[in-house]
C-alpha cells in the first residue's frame, strides 16, 4: 500500500539511517490535498446516509455504529 502510496506522491519515503529495513514515511502536499478531498467526501456520504435515518433515531443509529466499529466490550 505504501509503494502505491509512493507511486502517486502521497508520501515520501525516506531510509532510516542504521536500519537495513527502516522506511519513515512523510506525507507529502499531494498527499495531504487527497487527504483533505477524501474526508470531504467522506462527510457528504455519511450526511447523506443520515438523512434516511428518521431524526428520531439518529443517536441510536450513530451510537449502534459506533459500537460494531469499537467490537464487543470485554
Request: charge should be positive.
Amino acid at each position: 500500500m505504501l509503494k502505491r502510496m509512493a507511486s502517486t506522491g502521497a508520501v515520501a519515503n525516506l531510509r532510516v539511517e542504521g536500519k537495513t529495513y527502516g522506511l519513515s514515511v512523510t506525507i507529502t502536499p499531494a498527499g495531504r490535498a487527497k487527504l483533505l478531498k477524501a474526508e470531504g467526501a467522506l462527510e457528504a456520504a455519511e450526511h447523506e446516509v443520515l438523512q434516511m435515518v428518521p431524526r428520531s433515531m439518529r443517536t441510536v443509529f450513530k451510537d449502534a455504529l459506533v459500537g460494531i466499529a469499537e467490537g464487543p466490550v470485554s
